[in-house]
Nanobody, 119 residues
């Protein structure tokens, strides 16, 4: 059983910053690509950022230059630093990870954390 536990969401004013964390735990052999997606009310879930185990990153155009993603492989944890937040960044943010367990790779998702950008 693999679990992803997210933290760090909340309410922030436009222009502010938040840092999300997501820790993977369980019978893990290795954690491969980790990432963050988001879903706003009435919209489809979209990829925000992803990072490979070796540190290669990928960002949605809408967050480039404002968000950074990083990870601590020793802790199986991924972080999303969000700066210059805009009201349109309001969404539930989900962590996901490609995890190898007993030779089988599967994708796991966290429960989501709410980020609200409002004055």
């Amino acid at each position: 059983q693999v679990q992803l536990v997210e933290s760090g969401g909340g309410l922030v004013q436009p222009g502010g910053s938040l840092r999300l964390s997501c820790a993977a735990s369980g019978r893990i052999f290795s954690v491969n690509t980790m990432g963050w997606s988001r879903q706003a009310p009435g919209k489809r879930r979209e990829l925000v950022a992803a990072i490979t185990r070796g540190g290669i990153t990928n960002f949605a155009d809408s967050v480039k230059g404002r968000f950074t993603i990083s990870r601590d492989n020793a802790k199986n944890t991924v972080y999303l630093q969000m700066n210059s937040l805009k009201p349109e960044d309001t969404a539930v943010y989900y962590c996901n990870a490609d995890v190898s367990v007993l030779g089988i790779r599967s994708e796991y998702w966290g429960q989501g954390t709410q980020v609200t950008v409002s004055s």
